[in-house]
């Protein structure tokens, strides 16, 4: 099974910062890798889909980079809605797997 | 409008079967374009892909739950279900149904239910 370890688990920022979240892959995923973003009591959401493709509807201020094992999601300026959990997610190999989560809080 | 609905009892006693309908709207499950999954979500933790049917009836499960867990399909109600078998407490999560497209090879989720909550207690 793939192992996918998100860093930091929080991250404290204020609006208007930018927030980059890192995801590391136990082995190669080549670029088959999401983000989603969760807020409480929310389902997640797909972000980012195949390491740097927006999924429909994201604003721009998401964007993602990487491949092989390291991986990020960058969020160039904090909205007020941006202050949630955010998962990494591997399509490289069965089981799907995701990470542990990095929650975006407001500082 | 896509909607996904969980539905199934919120409370299990242990040793006993969950059990957890979806039921799809505004999409047909037969259309053979997306991948009706389970994923849960034990209460302040990680999301767990727990396993996926097509509309044929073929399925694949995570192996740490393989031998408890069985997905089912009925076309004709446009629904899908899950029971996992010989729940413990470590079972109590939230319980999401959702739907991974062919335009993501199948290996993301573009639709989730809203989620039910299943504590799994005597």
């Known amino acids: 099974e793939i192992v996918l370890t998100q860093s930091p688990v929080t991250l404290s920022l204020s609006p208007g910062e930018s927030a980059t979240l890192s995801c590391r892959a136990s082995q190669s995923v080549s670029s088959y890798l999401a983000w989603y973003q969760q807020r409480p009591g929310q389902a997640p959401r797909l972000l980012i889909y195949d390491a740097s493709?927006?999924?429909?509807?994201?604003?721009?201020?998401?964007?993602?980079?990487?491949?092989?094992?390291?991986?990020?999601?960058?969020?160039?300026?904090?909205?007020?809605?941006?202050?949630?959990?955010?998962?990494?997610?591997?399509?490289?190999?069965?089981?799907?797997?995701?990470?542990?989560?990095?929650?975006?809080?407001?500082? | 409008q896509v909607q996904l609905q969980e539905s199934g009892p919120g409370l299990v006693k242990p040793s006993e079967t969950l059990s957890l309908t979806c039921t799809v709207s505004g999409v047909s499950i037969s259309g053979g374009s997306y991948y009706w999954t389970w994923i849960r979500q034990p209460p302040g933790k990680g999301l767990e892909w727990m396993g996926y049917i097509y509309y044929s009836g073929n399925t694949n499960y995570n192996p740490s739950l393989k031998s408890r867990v069985t997905i089912s399909v009925d076309t004709s109600k446009n629904q899908f279900s899950l029971k996992l078998?010989?729940?413990t407490t470590a079972d109590t999560a939230v319980y999401y149904c959702a739907r991974a497209p062919i335009l993501y090879s199948y290996g993301y989720i573009d639709y989730w239910g809203q989620g039910t909550l299943v504590t799994v207690s005597s």
């Open chain 1, 53 to 107: 493709n927006r999924a429909t509807g994201v604003p721009a201020r998401f964007s993602g980079s990487g491949s092989g094992t390291d991986f990020t999601l960058t969020i160039s300026s904090l909205e007020p809605e941006d202050f949630a959990v955010y998962y990494c997610q591997q399509r490289s190999d069965w089981p799907r797997t995701f990470g542990q989560g990095t929650k975006v809080e407001v500082k």
């Open chain 2, 85 to 87: 078998r010989s729940v």
